[in-house]
């Protein structure tokens, strides 16, 4: 079955340490999207990329970083940068005409730093 | 600046009633609305899609009607089950070159047995 894998579920890391999470598709979709979800609050996004080799800041960009090599991933690295690191992140892809696509979810990966 | 709005943000009922969730926003420039639904501690699941140009769509017991010059949406659930229990969310986009969709907060469901 096609979807959107992201791993790990849960992930815990040493304030200061940069982690990276991954996000799998296999849906053929060209744009994908990496958002951050908080208690109380909507999604944000991070970063979206549309193509291979392409990518730009959403929101809330600053002490992420991330890389499109593959159609397939999309990685996101969460920097020593990143004041509050601690939330729900959220990988997401739709096909090339995405203002007419629905966007798939992946399930997500809780990180907690302390 | 887009603002979506979701309100209630919780909400119980019995199982079998009808209910409606709102979905408010304030530019009425969109693309397109988009209701999802999500489980605890899972990813969002796509329900339905609204072009701009279009009133409503249906899947199944669910109904969501957009009306651009109010700024509503609403996702109408028909015959509640205990499985519908859920947070709904809903999503903009603006028209023109964007691809960022702009979130509400969500209803959260309870449909009681």
């Known amino acids: 079955d096609g979807g959107i894998t992201q791993s790990p579920k849960y992930l815990f890391r040493k304030e200061g340490q940069n982690v990276t999470l991954s996000c799998e598709q296999n849906?053929?979709?060209?744009?994908m999207y990496w958002y951050r979800q908080d208690p109380g609050q909507g999604l944000r996004l991070i970063y979206y990329?549309?193509?291979?080799?392409?990518?730009q800041k959403g929101d809330i960009a600053e002490g992420y970083s991330v890389s499109r090599e593959k159609k397939e991933s999309f990685p996101l690295t969460v920097t020593s940068a990143q004041k509050n690191p601690t939330a729900f992140y959220l990988c997401?892809?739709?096909?090339?005409?995405?203002?007419?696509?629905?966007?798939?979810f992946g399930n997500g990966t809780r990180l907690t730093v302390t | 600046k887009q603002e979506v709005t979701q309100i209630p943000a919780a909400l119980s009922v019995p199982e079998g009633e009808n209910l409606v969730l709102n979905c408010s926003f304030t530019?009425?420039?969109?693309?397109?609305l988009q209701w999802f639904r999500q489980d605890p501690g899972k990813g969002l699941t796509s329900l339905l899609l609204?072009?701009?140009?279009?009133r409503e769509q249906t899947s199944g017991r669910l109904n969501a009607s957009l009306d651009k010059s109010s700024g509503r949406s609403t996702l109408y659930i028909a015959a509640s089950q205990p499985g519908d229990s859920a947070t709904y969310l809903c999503?903009?986009?603006?028209?023109?070159?964007?691809?960022?969709?702009?979130f509400g907060t969500g209803t959260r469901l309870k449909v009681l047995a």
């Open positions: 997401a892809s739709s096909s090339q005409g995405v203002r007419d696509s629905p966007l798939h």
């Open positions: 849906l053929n979709h060209d744009a």
């Open positions: 990329s549309q193509i291979v080799n392409d990518f």
């Open positions: 530019d009425s420039a969109i693309y397109n």
């Open positions: 609204i072009q701009s140009s279009q």
């Open positions: 999503a903009v986009i603006r028209g023109g070159g964007t691809y960022k969709y702009i």
